[in-house]
């Protein structure tokens, strides 16, 4: 079984010793930094240097020293920091202008006279963590200022999660812009998903850079990430599979955990919820038997010595809204690493998650008015539209990271995912998968702005399912990106991406994937930008082999289904503002994604060949039915300092977005061309039907917190526009009410959260919210209405 002590230090072996590919990785990295040897042993003799300067790097505040802190003479030699902090210069005697810049410091500027053989500079930087545009690593895999990036990136950080209240990641997510997650937790960035339940993402779901997807599925299970863990969440929108691989087609969501402090830290944050009747005629529940949910988070963090632990742990337990629908959930998390004394810049961790779920999740309404909040077939039974089980997730992560001495990094990490779902009310819904994962990263910054980041990556996985059948797979990939700074302004990067893919005995390899991007600084805090990015993703074995039936309908495997491909472009300014103590950065962005082979989940009519059509030929499967297009702008303000002396937080971002099935786009076009006489309305209908199923149009999303004393006060909102295009079957009337609630509610939904805060002490805060405060019917997609109006207690302890 897989809470075995021994079974997982033998999986932590294994993943690092016996992995004959990760050896023959760890080869090839050795043989690049060969390659390059001779370049450092001839540099020396290149530099025309009379003296040296030399010193130490650190933080004013810790005294820790920095490693990988860029130190310039003049803007022309530079230097990097090694894993210790130090760094050493050749310059010539006589007047210099010295500037230290490192990620999330403030940049420092030295004017020294040098004279003597050695000048010794030891420098403490002063952290800018507090600054309107943070640091982040996503799209480059290293630490870098947001607004040096050359894509759209969004950064959610910790306090933002707890002020929403959110108890999984992807609740919080929804107050991103350009992001949207389905109450049943399908993912999207600007509109590059629709809906298709559980089969498939197009976006990547990383934990410090370990994908989070499923073997099976490819999807994400966001009740399994460690929320109460969170530094920061950082969103990559537009096609990043160069560093990241399949699934990263539309961008990329990676949670970044936080690490302990000098001083002990345990935080214990405990809440519970009711929701209020819904906006509708009928009241479902008496006076107090409301359903609700209640449930609690902890974490504690602390050095030893040399090693970094945390521990932490989620219950949670809920009665939903919806008829039959309950979640219960116990995880507990670890995460520790340890820094050697006598092996300098080498570390060793593990990272381990474990979580059992019991649960039943709810499909689709019966009808929309007294059924609205009823399951399409009952709660029970073969047609029932609840999904029942019992869950079981685990996944042991070890790494290795060594600094090396020449500031270059390589990191060594595994994982180890194993889910077994058991649907104890059906006999067809079981699985069981395992997915195996290795990666290899080299990255070093050069001398002179330039820095490499290579890597390898290996991958297996094993199902067993009802649902699917007996399945293996596999996938190699190697991958490298090089990014260079010129005149101190330009950044300029370039990367490629090669992967094969076997799943069973059908094998596929991806072209080789590009991307290309430049930022620039126009002014000081004005920085342009222009990206491309090329994508593809294999499609997942629950989109190829699944075959089952959910509320009577049946859902059909699709063996030949052919991989996705994409490519987006986007160009972009971000403008930084600062005004005393109040900070603010404004960012205009213009994208287009071109997609090939888009995977649909289709409903329709299945007929085997030289058979007769039934009613059980009637269902959904996957297909490669559309090229599609979406192009877009979006816009955001993000700001926070003191007005008046009063500390104020404010972020706005809107997206619009113009998707279009290209295919159908070019038959209306032939129609309107053969028939120049039709009506205006039936034009119109006809433009509607290009745009793709189930995107909102146009999306906002805005957040507002004010401090006073003791107290806080906040405010969250956002709108999307109503659906243009759902699947047929939806507005046939064979479920009821889908099609006459979208013309009832055809403006759009705009939705308010709002929460008060106390800070009782320094170590006991205390928080009431209220969520979709106007009590909004609504749905974000068909046939299943969303949270009514909620409240929501909340007290956190830290000490």
Known sequence: MFHSGQVKIYIFVHLLSTNQFLLFMLK???????FFLPFFILLPFLINAQTVLKGTITDSITNEQLPGVVVAADSTNTSVTDKNGHYELQISNGEHRITISYFSYATAVIHLTAKRDTTLLNVGLHSTEEEINPVVV????YEKNLAQENVSMEVLKAKTIENTGAVQIDEAMNNVPGVNVTYDEQANIRGGSGWSYGAGSRVL?????????TADADDVIWDFLPIEQVQQVEVLKGASSVLYGSSALDGVINLRTTYPGITPQTTINVYEGIYGNPNIDSIPWKAGQAPGFQGFTFMHSQQFGQLDLIASGDVYNETSYLQGQYFQRMRGSVNARYRFKKIDGLIVGLRVNEMYNNEASYLVWANDKNGILNAFGGDTGKNASIIPGRFLRESIDPYITYYMPDGGK?????RYFVSNNEDYGETDKGSRSQLRYSELTYQKTFKYHFTLTAGLVANGNEVAAQLYGNHTGSNIAAYAQVEKKLFGKLILTGGVRKESYKQDSTSASSPL???AGANYELFKATHIRASYGEGYRFPSIAERFISTSVAGFTIFPNPQIQPEKAYSTEIGINQGIKIGSWYASADLAAFQTVYNNLIDFTFGLYVPPGTFPTLGDIGFKSLNVENALIQGLEFTFNSEGKI????????FGVTAINPINVDTRDSVNKYESEHPNLSGSFKDSLKNSEILNYRSLYTAKAGFEIFL???SFGVNARYSSNQVNIDYIFTTGLIPGIE??????????????????YQATKSIRIAYLVKNVFNTLYTDRPGMIDPPRTFMIQSTISF
């Open 138 to 141: 996503s799209a480059s895999m």
């Open 513 to 515: 994937i590009f991307r």
């Open 644 to 651: 008046a002396g009063v500390p104020v937080s404010f972020m």
């Open 740 to 757: 006459d609630f979208r013309k009832s509610h055809d403006n759009g939904q705009c939705i308010f959260d709002t929460h008060i805060a």
């Open 205 to 213: 779901m990383l934990v410090d850079g370990l994908p989070e997807l």
């Open 410 to 414: 390589i990191n060594l990490q595994g």
């Open 709 to 711: 004393h003791k107290f």
């Open 28 to 34: 090839a990295t050795t043989s690049r930094i060969k």
